[in-house]
Nanobody, 121 residues
Framework: QVQLVESGGGLVQAGGSLRLSCAAS?????MGWFRQTPGKEREVVAV????????YYADSVKGRFTISRDNAKNTAYLQMNSLKPEDTAVYYC?????????????????WGQGTQVTVSS
């Protein structure tokens, strides 16, 4: 069992930046960041392989968000730049079942409790 704890969320103006962190209680394989708004399904934001050598981004965040990880610290990060009001959501990190997991939610077995990101216009 791996526990994931997100941090770094908050309120920011449009065009600003935030850096989310996800601390894991143990080693993880692939890691992903997802987000969810009320009434909508949880959607993938970015994924990173165990080695960090492969990444995936949702089209909506390409060029603005960067996922990274530090395996020595069992921590994954999501650097979010040029934030838009439509990025407002609860952001969740997740630990994948394999060394490289895709964008589907069922490829992840452990989830954090989420951190709120609010972008004001």
């Amino acid at each position: 069992q791996v526990q994931l704890v997100e941090s770094g969320g908050g309120l920011v103006q449009a065009g600003g930046s935030l850096r989310l962190s996800c601390a894991a209680s143990g080693r993880t394989l692939a890691m992903g960041w997802f987000r969810q708004t009320p009434g909508k399904e949880r959607e993938v934001v970015a994924v990173i392989s165990w080695s960090g050598g492969s990444t995936y981004y949702a089209d909506s965040v390409k060029g603005r968000f960067t996922i990274s990880r530090d395996n020595a610290k069992n921590t994954a990060y999501l650097q979010m730049n040029s934030l838009k009001p439509e990025d407002t959501a609860v952001y969740y990190c997740a630990a994948g079942k394999t060394f490289y997991s895709g964008p589907a939610r069922d490829e992840y077995e452990y989830w954090g409790q989420g951190t709120q990101v609010t972008v004001s216009s």
